[in-house]
């Protein structure tokens, strides 16, 4: 009898509907296994991205440390080079300063002297030269510039031409490869 009453209408629906319910357990387990291990992968994929990203980010952040030293070295390079440019620049300068003052010191000491004893020199006019000759002599040492001021001149001159050859060896300064 229990038998009978299960295979009534409403039994067998009942039956029906716990197979149904049965195989729906099934399938959703499948489908829970599928994506747990579906979930796993994409946790994988997404581990890795991370981990990728990461290294990016630190390369970059590398490779930029490492271009601030170079540009840092270059720009200490450079700079080095231009003390020296600089400095062998000065010291060209006050040589040919020092040379141009005291050819200016002798000249004037010869001058003071051939004033002073007019018979005795280089500035002395030579015996039995015709006077247009002398005149000459006489004429060109007018149209020279006084004393102080040919050596204003020459100084301003020796600085003019020191400027030019600084301006060409920094010229050759390449900051970024240091070649010259």
Known sequence: MTILRLLNPQGVAGLAVALCLAILLLVEKGETRHWK??????????????SAFATTVSNYRAA???????????????????????????????????????????????????AAHPGIGPGAPVPGLPSPAIGAAQRSRED???????????????Q?????????????VDPNNGTR
């Open 37 to 50: 291990k579906q979930s796993s992968q994409f946790e994988q994929l997404y581990r890795r991205e991370q």
């Open 64 to 114: 930029a440390e490492a271009a601030r030293a170079a540009d840092l070295e270059a720009a200490e390079r450079t700079a080095a080079e231009q003390r020296a440019i600089n400095q062998r620049s000065k010291n060209a300068l006050e040589s040919r300063l020092a040379d141009a003052r005291a050819r200016a010191e002798r000249l004037r000491r010869e001058v003071d002297a051939t």
């Open 144 to 158: 020279r510039l006084p004393p102080a001021d040919a050596l204003t001149a020459t100084e301003q001159a020796i």
């Open 160 to 172: 003019l031409d020191e400027l030019i050859k600084w301006v060409k060896e920094q010229a050759t």
